[in-house]
């Protein structure tokens, strides 16, 4: 099944650019979901189809896929982005299955 | 408003069984996938299958194929995910979320509260 590689970490200063990385063999030719995940709470889809946005997701929130890496941006990251982000793909290859990155805990300076 | 509202948390002891629920409201119920997926301790998420409410049809990931079993009662408009024997390892969260279309893919747009399983002796 597909294999998708997230960075355990990233830290941003507020009012910066945040991004997080999604590698994986040609992902560029599949659909990635982006999911947040405050702590203690439940995900939240914050992009969808590679780089939509579900209603009440703000701008700032972005995505873009090519080759062998999708990335979600986050502009102007505030302190309540502070969370961890998955990524997620449809790998129907194999019987329809969804593959999850390993997340990337988002950290606010 | 669509909610996904799930059963309370659990306390177990290995070999025990269980069953967990997630009530659906605000959509109909017949229309959308339902998905289930486990977030150990400290972990990431792991898709564990889906379910088609208006038929039953299910989609299990291998990783837990033959562990748990999905089903439905549409007249509840819940789901349900139960496991006949409990083992130390299943102790986690376990998460429920309504399947919708794009205009290109399947995502999970909402998703229940979680319920938490602690399995132990």
């Known amino acids: 099944s597909h294999v998708l590689t997230q960075p355990p970490s990233v830290s941003v200063a507020p009012g910066q650019t945040a991004r997080i990385t999604c590698g994986g063999n040609n992902i560029g030719s599949k659909i990635v979901h982006w999911y947040q995940q405050e702590p203690g709470r439940a995900p939240v889809l914050v992009v969808y189809?590679?780089?939509d946005r579900p209603s009440g997701i703000p701008e700032r929130f972005s995505g873009s896929n090519s080759g062998n890496t999708a990335t979600l941006t986050i502009n102007r990251v505030e302190a309540g982005d502070e969370a961890d982000y998955y990524c997620?793909?449809?790998?129907?290859?194999?019987?329809?299955?969804?593959?999850f990155g390993g997340g990337t805990k988002l950290t606010v300076l | 408003e669509v909610q996904l509202a799930q059963s309370g948390a659990e306390v177990k002891k290995p070999g025990e069984s269980l069953r967990i629920s997630c009530k659906a409201s605000?959509?109909?119920?017949?229309?959308?996938?339902i998905t289930w997926v486990r977030q150990m301790p400290g972990k990431g998420l792991e898709w564990m299958g889906k379910i088609n409410p208006s038929d039953s049809d299910k989609n299990y990931s291998p990783t837990f194929q033959g562990r748990v079993t999905f089903s439905v009662d549409r007249s509840l408009n819940t789901a349900y995910m139960q496991w006949s024997s409990l083992k130390a390892s299943d102790t986690a969260m376990y998460y429920c979320a309504r399947v919708s279309e794009t205009d290109y893919d399947d995502v999970f747009d909402y998703w229940g509260q979680g319920t938490l399983v602690f399995v132990s002796s």
């Open positions: 605000g959509y109909s119920f017949a229309s959308h996938w």
């Open positions: 997620q793909v449809w790998d129907f290859s194999d019987d329809h299955l969804v593959v």
């Open positions: 189809d590679d780089g």
